[in-house]
């Protein structure tokens, strides 16, 4: 396994590049730390967008849901996906 995910024109930085890391490692540190995902998937050609709890178990990534719930039937079926996860360090209150 490499130390570090392919870039690609689906996954290359376009704003501010140099800040970003594809280092394997970081990326599951920051994906294990979070506590909920918002996942996006078009499915029957409507974008749809629900926050669900994940968790990482080697390279892939379970997601918490009931069977019956429509998004994850659409992924089952080969939909694409796109996950985002919000690493929160602090809060300033002004």
Not at 26 to 32: E, R
Not at 60 to 67: E, K, N, T, Y
């Given at each position: 396994m490499a130390d570090s995910f392919a870039v690609t024109e689906r996954t290359r930085m376009?704003?501010?590049a140099k800040r970003a890391t594809y280092d394997r490692a970081?990326?599951?540190?920051?994906?294990?730390e979070a506590l909920i995902a918002s996942v996006a998937a078009v499915i029957d050609g409507k974008p749809e967008l629900q926050p669900m709890i994940h968790v990482r178990i080697g390279d892939?990534?379970?997601?918490?849901?009931?069977?019956g719930n429509r998004m994850l039937r659409g992924i089952a079926?080969?939909?694409?996906?796109?996950?985002?996860?919000?690493h929160l360090d602090a809060l300033a209150l002004a």
């Open positions: 376009r704003r501010k970081t990326i599951y540190a920051i994906l294990d892939p990534i379970i997601l918490h849901g009931v069977a079926r080969g939909a694409e996906v796109c996950l985002n996860v919000t």
